[in-house]
């Protein structure tokens, strides 16, 4: 055992709970109000020429308490920047056509999401699909002629769906609704709810309007990214066309489809593969590789084909991190992006595996939470544009043009963010209290800092587990310095950007007392540096890190409240009602939940409940199918039985991504301040 395990900090304290009034914030500092205000652009894409950007800009709207997604257009030369279309529409995936001439983007200008395409000299657009479901993945052909994309095809009721007798109602009366019928493996999927029957099939339409074709076919999902062979007669495409595919988590193949139905299989070896691209000159097809082990991480790979014998070669078969979105720059070099130690870089790699890092501020897409997280898009001729970003600026839009330095284009969040005393983001590395290990983290002071003064303590723990936190701007962690609390997080062990056998430390062991000393060890480095005051530690973390919260206070009392949002409390309950199961399963434990059951236990937080005194908020979306509400409620009613301090805080409408709408990430902190407020140590107790 650790010696933190039941070490209480609190004895010989009395602890009054105050009311749940709202925490006082001063004028200049970061206010909840303020996150209506945020801004961040995505889908950033680089014209052909390099002259122009486009962009999806998002906005938070207050009235709607949504974002609002508007299309917006740079000049790379001057920086002025204007709105293509000035209405209410939102606007996505915009795509340049090969010659730069045209822009193809989904809109639901017309009341549902179709595909348009804006001719930008003439400054006019029109719609060019009109298709039943929303359309993805958009892919010009090589001559401007066609846009591919796919879209979701309902399937045909089942023999059983068919035959179940119903009379028919007598005019005027009101029948229950009909039953809904479920006969697939994978049924439901969180922000959706419960699915109807469908496949994923690729499509075509002329780019200048007409009917969408549909190209693929059978009862499996065809799509992801689409890459046009160099002549653009087909298509090439992941999927997975085993009966079983559903059971089969790390398993597709790359196929060709082409523009008269002919399918043909690319690859055939195990795992995964994604994100295919031609060279320029058609001879080579660059894509992602996955692993098909039943591991929980394993690091991408980037590999190449040689289309004429379609044999595939690995690039940085050492280099010890995962890699994405690779783009060819000429006919021997590719610029992808790869995750290292809480950072998104962008670098160039070469068919001789040598790497050189272009950039190392991706950053951006929008999270409370200091998420690493960007994209980027390259042309032909090596012009970048991405998102960029870093822990007090947040949303923008960076431009590497060729041989240039890097440079912001935008200041979206200056408005708002320009005005307010941030929290300082400090970087630091301790030792696991664990094994040893090294772990990389970072705290925020509140404005203002004093270091000879003494400051309540939050950790907040990322979820995943297999994600990471790093050096961004965070919404949610500046409201809580704001409100004058110290906020420390870590990468801990599992987390992603150190490697793969840093990753590969929390196999069959999440959530175990493993990750849960190296958050322990989180909070001793913090207090070892002088300024936090150990009468005040509090414990915060979503998903995953709602799960390692749980976990923590069954096996300590040192701190004063927990905030517990999306947990999983049950693994045998939460792998057989949510809709990850089959690869969670699969990928997570050594076996079924009825086979392993004792396993499935001493990973559960409820099976240490009996220890916790812990006073807990939890907090969850009504209609979450990652984490299902139901094992927040096993855990709400576990310690009321126990007679702990508990609130259960459901969030209506709301699925895993609970804080997705602004008033919803709003309410998430501020309830969990409320909270801690209740058992904070003041000075005259």
Do not use: C
Request: proline share 5%.
């Amino acid at each position: 055992m650790k010696t933190w395990l039941n070490r209480s900090l609190l004895a010989g304290f009395s602890i009054t709970l105050t009311g749940l009034s709202s925490v006082a914030v001063a004028e200049n500092h970061f206010k909840a109000e303020d996150i209506f205000s945020l801004e961040h652009a995505s889908h950033v894409q680089v014209s052909p020429n390099g002259e122009h950007i486009v962009y999806v800009r998002n906005s938070n709207d207050i009235m709607r308490d949504n974002s609002s997604r508007s299309l917006w257009m740079i000049d790379t030369q001057s920086g002025e920047q204007y709105p293509l279309y000035a209405d209410d529409a939102n606007y996505g995936q915009p795509v340049w056509s090969p010659s730069g001439d045209r822009l193809a983007f989904v809109s639901n200008q017309s009341g549902h999401n179709q595909i348009h395409v804006h001719w930008v000299e003439r400054d006019r657009s029109a719609r060019v699909s009109s298709v039943q479901a929303a359309p993805g993945g958009l892919s010009w052909s090589p001559d401007g002629s066609k846009l591919a994309f796919s879209m979701s095809v309902q399937a045909p009721r089942s023999d059983f769906a068919s035959s179940v007798y119903r009379p028919s109602a007598p005019a005027g009366a009101e029948w229950a609704e009909r039953p809904q019928i479920f006969e697939r493996a994978q049924y439901q999927r969180d922000g959706s709810g419960l699915m109807d029957s469908s496949y994923q099939h690729i499509f075509v339409v002329p780019s200048d309007g007409g009917t969408a074709r549909q190209l693929t076919s059978g009862d499996y999902n065809h799509g992801g990214q689409l890459a046009w062979t160099p002549e653009g007669d087909a298509i090439i495409f992941a999927a997975n066309l085993s009966d079983n595919f559903e059971f089969e988590s790390r398993q597709n193949e790359l196929h060709s489809i082409s523009l008269d139905g002919e399918l043909s299989q690319i690859t055939d070896e195990p795992g995964t593969k994604r994100q295919p691209v031609f060279s320029p000159d058609g001879s080579q097809l660059a894509y992602i590789y996955g692993t098909a082990d039943n591991v929980p991480y394993a690091n991408s790979k980037l590999r190449v084909m040689d289309w004429s014998s379609q044999q595939s070669s690995e690039l940085l078969s050492d280099f010890d991190r995962s890699v994405g979105n690779p783009h060819w720059l000429g006919n021997d070099t590719l610029v992808i992006d790869y995750e290292d130690r809480g950072k998104t870089k962008i670098a160039r790699v070469t068919m001789r595996s040598r790497i050189l890092d272009i950039v190392d501020d991706v950053s951006g897409l929008p999270s409370g939470r200091p998420y690493n997280n960007g994209m980027f898009s390259m042309n032909a001729q090596g012009d970048i544009a991405y998102t960029r970003g870093h822990a007090t600026r947040s949303g923008d839009i960076g431009l590497i043009a060729e041989g240039a330095d890097a440079e912001y284009l935008t200041d979206l969040n200056g408005d708002v963010l320009g005005q307010r005393e941030l929290g300082e983001v400090h970087e630091f590395t301790y030792t696991s209290g664990t094994d040893g290990e090294e772990i990389h983290a970072w705290y925020i002071t509140p404005p203002g800092f004093d270091e000879s003064q003494q400051y309540p303590l939050i950790i907040e723990i990322h979820g995943g587990p297999h994600l990471n936190y790093g050096p961004h701007f965070s919404a949610e962690l500046q409201r809580y310095a704001a409100a004058g609390y110290v906020v420390v997080y870590n990468n801990y062990r599992g987390s992603t950007s150190y490697g793969e056998d840093f990753a590969m430390l929390l196999d069959n062991k999440y959530a175990s007392e493993d990750d849960f000393g190296d958050h322990m060890s989180a909070v001793d480095a913090m207090v070892d540096k002088g300024f936090v005051d150990e009468r005040n530690l509090f414990i915060a973390g979503g998903s995953a890190g709602g799960i390692a919260t749980a976990y923590a206070i069954g096996l300590t009392d040192r701190f004063n409240a927990a905030a517990a949002t999306n947990p999983v409390i049950n693994w045998v309950s939460k792998v057989l009602t949510a809709d990850s199961y089959i690869g969670q399963i699969q990928n997570q434990f050594p076996g079924m939940p009825w086979d392993e059951h004792e396993h499935y236990w001493q990973r559960s937080p409820l099976s240490l409940v009996g220890n916790v005194s812990t006073p807990t908020m939890l907090f969850t979306g009504v209609d979450d199918r990652r984490t299902p509400i139901s094992d927040t409620e096993q855990y709400y009613q576990a310690l009321q039985l126990r007679g702990v301090d508990v609130a259960m805080v459901r969030v209506p409408g709301a699925s895993h991504g609970v804080s997705a709408r602004p008033s919803n990430m709003i309410a998430k902190v501020e309830h969990a301040l409320a909270w801690f407020e209740m058992y904070k140590v003041n000075d005259e107790e």
